[in-house]
């Protein structure tokens, strides 16, 4: 079964911001030009590495899916979650802006057949909808959001629940945990998915899988990857 692979050369791009939108207050829709974009093959779900300069003046990267490619542009849609050079670079862009990136990396592919399940927050909400997309089929996603504001255009075979955390802290499991509980006893896991998707922070992402292990989901079937490290001081 692929549910994911790896891209071991990329290029570095310079580009142009010649495009930006606010998705929701949280959600920043990026797009860059350059002619480079449309020589080079983007495939699904592949994100990648901007690079940016940290507090201490240091050069930094920060990764980002590749939600759309359309020619010479790509289309990224950043998270603006409050601190960071990435949140701060997706919060201050403005069109003519420079970005500089290498990529594509990694790539996330659906198996042929079978039901999927997602389970992420806001950061794993752009590489959910190039999945779906290319997926063709129901995608059960359960879809931690920071509130009721915070919802993403996903693809129409997209069966989101939008679980808003409110005043629960970013990078927990208890938001999550309860829905797939619930989503469990409606349907029993194992019986009903035939993989599952975890994007969200690195370690809620080993907890995560564990309790899909727990509700009949083994390890083979189950993509999980952190997007993002709590309370990193560096990042990736
Ligand atoms: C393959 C891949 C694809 C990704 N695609 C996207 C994408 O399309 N859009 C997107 O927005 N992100 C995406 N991410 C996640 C993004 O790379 C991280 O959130 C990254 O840490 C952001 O860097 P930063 O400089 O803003 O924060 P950092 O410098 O890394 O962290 C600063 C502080 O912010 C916190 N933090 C970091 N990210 C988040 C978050 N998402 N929510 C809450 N707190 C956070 C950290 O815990 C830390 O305390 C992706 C990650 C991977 C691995």
């Known amino acids: 079964m692929s549910s994911a692979q790896h891209i071991a050369r990329t290029g570095q791009f310079r580009t142009r911001i010649v ?6 207050p949280r959600m920043r829709r990026i797009v860059v030009r350059d002619p480079a974009i449309a020589a080079q093959t983007w495939p699904l779900a592949c994100d990648i590495a901007v690079v940016l300069t940290g507090e201490d003046g240091r050069e930094v990267r920060r990764r980002y899916t590749v939600r759309a490619a359309q020619g010479d542009t790509l ?3 950043a998270v603006l979650h409050g601190h960071g050079p990435g949140s701060s670079w997706a919060g201050g862009a403005v069109v003519g802006d420079e970005v500089v990136f290498f990529g594509p990396r990694g790539v996330i592919e659906p198996p042929a057949a079978g039901r999927l399940l997602a389970l992420t927050d ?6 959910i909808a190039a999945l779906a997309e290319a997926a ?5 996603v359960l879809a931690e959001i920071a509130d009721p504001a915070e919802t993403y255009p996903l693809p129409a075979n997209a069966e989101v629940s939008w679980l808003p955390r409110n005043q629960v802290a970013a990078g927990g499991t208890e938001v999550l945990s309860a829905a ?3 989503l469990h006893r409606a349907e029993p896991i194992g019986d009903g998915f035939s993989q599952a998707y975890v994007l969200v922070e690195s370690r809620a992402a080993v907890v995560l899988r564990e309790e899909l292990g727990s509700l009949g989901l083994g390890r083979d079937r ?3 990857k952190g997007y993002w490290n709590l ?3 560096s990042g990736r």
């Open 19 to 24: 495009e930006v939108a606010a998705l929701s």
């Open 222 to 224: 189950v993509y999980a």
């Open 122 to 127: 806001e950061s794993g909400l752009p590489a």
């Open 231 to 233: 309370n990193s001081r």
């Open 136 to 140: 063709e089929r129901p995608v059960r």
């Open 180 to 182: 797939l509980a619930a």
């Open 75 to 77: 289309q990224l849609d």
